[in-house]
């Protein structure tokens, strides 16, 4: 298996522009996860799936905020109007079943300028 | 609620030498995992050990072993033979299942630099 992967790497905006980030679980796993690392705060949970259906979003700092899973390949967060607050690296993961381990994806590494 | 605390904002260990990071964990939840994540200078998260609370054996893999001390909520990491690639920040973390919602928490990290 591939792995989670996440796209893009990198991302540059401009303050009040949308930016969408994309993640693809390990294929067979029922949940899947969106953090945010900053040095701040360190690693936050935003939100989290399970069989497709988020569960808990009250990690998600605010309505600019939003996260979908249309299927159980595919993810997107979502933050439009990005602000320069914003800027951190979003990682996404995914675990099979409750309280195993979760697999990270490499991050995309969002700066809003 | 449920916490993570790792005291040891950085250590160094020489090479070869095993190395002890400390965790050490709070919660109500009966049924929980604890984790260990490895995230070298390149960003990565990489998944490293696990330990389910009713384990009755300490975790290992390879180099890696949890010394799982559950009546102290202790979960350290040992690693033996450290190796310069070791060098990076480690991160325990704990997941549980409470309610219906699973909760998750990371430690604050340890900044490991292994000396040649």
């Known amino acids: 298996d591939a792995g989670v992967i996440q796209s893009p790497r990198h991302e540059v905006t401009e303050m009040g522009q949308e930016v969408t980030l994309r993640c693809k679980p390990i294929?067979?796993?029922?949940?899947l996860f969106w953090y945010r690392q900053t040095m701040m705060r360190g690693l936050e949970l935003l939100i989290y799936?399970?069989?497709?259906?988020?569960?808990?979003d009250s990690g998600m700092p605010e309505d600019r905020f939003s996260a979908k899973m249309p299927n159980a390949s595919f993810s997107t967060l979502k933050i439009q109007p990005s602000e320069p607050r914003d800027s951190a690296v979003y990682f996404c993961?995914?675990?099979?079943?409750?309280?195993?381990?979760?697999?990270f994806g490499q991050g995309t590494r969002l700066t809003v300028v | 609620a449920q916490k993570i605390t790792q005291t040891q904002p950085g250590m160094f260990v020489q090479e070869k030498e095993a190395v002890t990071l400390d965790c050490t964990y709070d919660?109500?939840?009966?049924?929980?995992?604890l984790f260990w994540y490895k995230q070298p200078s390149s960003g990565e998260m990489i998944f490293l050990i696990y330990?389910?609370?009713?384990?009755?054996q300490n975790a290992t893999e390879g180099r890696y072993s949890l010394n799982f001390q559950k009546a102290r909520k202790s979960a350290n990491l040992v690693i033996s033979a450290s190796q310069l690639g070791d060098s990076a920040m480690y991160f325990c973390?704990?997941?549980?299942?409470?309610?219906?919602?699973?909760?998750?928490?990371f430690g604050t990290g340890t900044k490991l630099q292994v000396i040649p």
């Open positions: 993961a995914s675990s099979f079943q409750g309280t195993t381990e979760a697999f």
């Open positions: 294929s067979g796993h029922d949940y």
């Open positions: 799936f399970n069989n497709n259906v988020p569960i808990d």
């Open positions: 919660t109500s939840d009966q049924s929980y995992g």
């Open positions: 330990q389910g609370s009713y384990d009755e």
């Open positions: 973390a704990m997941r549980a299942l409470s309610g219906g919602y699973q909760k998750v928490t």
